[in-house]
């Protein structure tokens, strides 16, 4: 991973005292936060923006920084705000003061934190850092001005989510009868509007997603890593899988490697399905136990320094492919690759897709089928693509978020990173089957980021021979 620094999020150090929210050396240096906030200030024009921060935890919980206001600062306080002048190009966040209460919700649970002065100033290498009771006056004075306030209209993502999952929430707690409530964000825009009412107020988010679509190198080198860490997930699992053991089990497996390599927690929640569970692709119990004959399907990756990642393997419960698993798998892997290999850089999605119908219609046609079910299943999958009319995406972006934002991109362009996960199906039989892979759009083509973890049925086999941690003993 390339050299970064600046915030990391901690609960508790060394020597008795908590560690500081800004301890160096971690993430992102802060000209990577000044250049996004460049790009801000060249989109809003004269209009000044306003964003907020998360809350402190309601309970002994480590705290996570929402995803739009890490992306623009880096800081990592509770109930901080961000004021973006377009005019002046000044970057001010607003912190809690350094009083008894601060002290007793703030120090006590994440670190010593920061003090709202030059100091911190001087760490963040924004322009200022002011007590919260200023904000008001910035506010008002825009009003005064009648400038154009941007901010956050979506409720925030705050790790094991993606943005549709909060706004799902917050629309169904609105609808409630018994509840009503309006979320956080639509309380600060009224709020906005109720201090600066001569101010147009417009959603900051548009602006803040088109940047997100596209990852800066130090961006790509995280998710690199969130990457690694979910294939050594994915690699412990099978090297511990056998009958007997539960779903549940080999997610534990993935969580040690994941915790052990730094992770603050999972990207989403695990996805592990066995046998006849293999049909839903966000099955998510993980409460059944591996059979003899089953296909394990294993979904999960890490929340590591606010990036995700999003890789699925196969592999049988029992170590090894039985000839009709053999015949299932290999057809489909040819079919996905197909996919894979049709991906271009500046391409649209319905042209790679294009592009991979006729490759796959290759594979059908020289595959030497013994089951004729696996045939259909697998002519069924190459019809799914041929019939498609809305062909968007290949899959769907990963970033700050395990479905990033940003939306269908019109073409793949260099920076962008997203997943391919085709699902062929044998319902009659109650089973499924999913690879997926990060990909990574580069000058030159893709590369595929997750291509270390395995995926061939020998390396599969031969990795589910080794000792796992749960055995120092290979399988017999």
């Known amino acids: 991973m390339a050299a970064v620094v600046m915030v990391v999020v901690v609960v508790a150090g060394g020597g008795g005292r908590a560690q500081p929210v800004f301890t160096g050396a971690e993430i992102f240096p802060p000209e990577e936060f000044a250049a996004r906030r460049a790009k801000i200030f060249a989109a809003i024009g004269d209009g000044v923006a306003a964003l907020q921060g998360t809350t402190e935890r309601p309970g002994e919980q480590p705290l996570r920084q929402n995803n739009q206001f890490f992306y623009l600062t880096g800081v990592v306080e509770p109930r901080a705000l961000l004021w973006l002048d377009g005019r002046t190009r000044q970057a001010t966040v607003y912190l809690q003061p350094n009083d008894e209460r601060r002290r007793r919700q703030i120090e006590r649970m994440y670190g010593d934190g920061l003090v709202p002065g030059d100091a911190?100033?001087?760490?963040?290498?924004?322009?200022?850092?002011?007590?919260?009771?200023?904000?008001?006056?910035?506010?008002?004075?825009?009003?005064?001005?009648?400038?154009?306030?941007?901010?956050?209209?979506?409720?925030?993502?705050?790790?094991?989510?993606?943005?549709?999952?909060?706004?799902?929430?917050?629309?169904?707690?609105?609808?409630?009868?018994?509840?009503?409530?309006?979320?956080?964000?639509?309380?600060?825009?009224?709020?906005?509007?109720?201090?600066?009412?001569?101010?147009?107020?417009?959603?900051?988010?548009?602006?803040?997603?088109?940047?997100?679509?596209?990852?800066?190198?130090?961006?790509?080198?995280?998710?690199?890593?969130?990457?690694?860490?979910?294939?050594?997930?994915?690699?412990?699992?099978?090297?511990?899988?056998?009958?007997?053991?539960?779903?549940?089990?080999?997610?534990?497996?993935?969580?040690?490697?994941?915790?052990?390599?730094?992770?603050?927690?999972?990207?989403?929640?695990?996805?592990?399905?066995?046998?006849?569970?293999?049909?839903?692709?966000?099955?998510?119990?993980?409460?059944?136990?591996?059979?003899?004959?089953?296909?394990?399907?294993?979904?999960?990756?890490?929340?590591?320094?606010?990036?995700?990642?999003?890789?699925?393997?196969?592999?049988?419960?029992?170590?090894?492919?039985?000839?009709?698993?053999?015949?299932?798998?290999?057809?489909?892997?040819?079919?996905?690759?197909?996919?894979?290999?049709?991906?271009?850089?500046?391409?649209?999605?319905?042209?790679?897709?294009?592009?991979?119908?006729v490759k796959m219609d290759a594979a059908v046609a020289a595959y030497p089928f013994t089951d004729q079910s696996i045939r259909a299943a697998a002519t069924r999958f190459v019809d799914g693509y041929r019939t498609r009319r809305d062909v968007t995406s290949l899959g769907h972006a990963v970033g700050m978020e395990v479905h990033d934002v940003g939306g269908p991109p019109a073409t793949l362009e260099p920076g962008m990173v997203f997943t391919i996960e085709p699902a062929m199906q044998l319902p009659d039989e109650h089973l499924g089957i999913r690879l997926e892979d990060m990909i990574l759009i580069t000058d030159a083509g893709y590369e595929n980021v997750s291509a270390s973890v395995p995926i061939e049925i020998d390396e599969i086999e031969r990795t589910m021979q080794e000792p796992g941690l749960r055995s120092a003993r290979p399988r017999q």
Do not use: C
């Open 120 to 357: 911190a100033a001087r760490t963040t290498e924004l322009d200022a850092v002011r007590p919260r009771e200023e904000f008001a006056a910035a506010v008002a004075e825009a009003g005064r001005q009648r400038r154009t306030i941007y901010t956050s209209f979506r409720p925030e993502v705050l790790g094991s989510a993606s943005s549709g999952d909060p706004v799902a929430q917050a629309r169904a707690t609105a609808a409630d009868p018994w509840d009503g409530r309006a979320s956080r964000e639509k309380t600060f825009v009224a709020r906005l509007k109720a201090a600066a009412p001569a101010s147009p107020v417009r959603d900051l988010d548009p602006l803040i997603d088109r940047l997100r679509a596209i990852k800066s190198p130090r961006e790509i080198a995280v998710i690199r890593e969130a990457t690694r860490l979910a294939g050594l997930g994915i690699v412990e699992a099978m090297r511990d899988a056998r009958p007997g053991l539960f779903e549940y089990q080999l997610q534990a497996d993935a969580e040690f490697v994941f915790k052990d390599g730094g992770a603050y927690g999972p990207a989403y929640y695990a996805l592990i399905a066995a046998g006849p569970n293999t049909p839903y692709s966000h099955y998510h119990k993980n409460t059944a136990a591996l059979k003899e004959g089953d296909l394990v399907q294993f979904d999960y990756a890490p929340d590591y320094k606010y990036y995700t990642s999003d890789v699925t393997r196969v592999f049988p419960a029992n170590g090894r492919f039985s000839p009709r698993q053999r015949e299932l798998y290999s057809i489909y892997l040819q079919l996905y690759r197909a996919l894979m290999t049709s991906i271009a850089v500046h391409a649209s999605p319905r042209a790679i897709v294009a592009a991979a119908i």
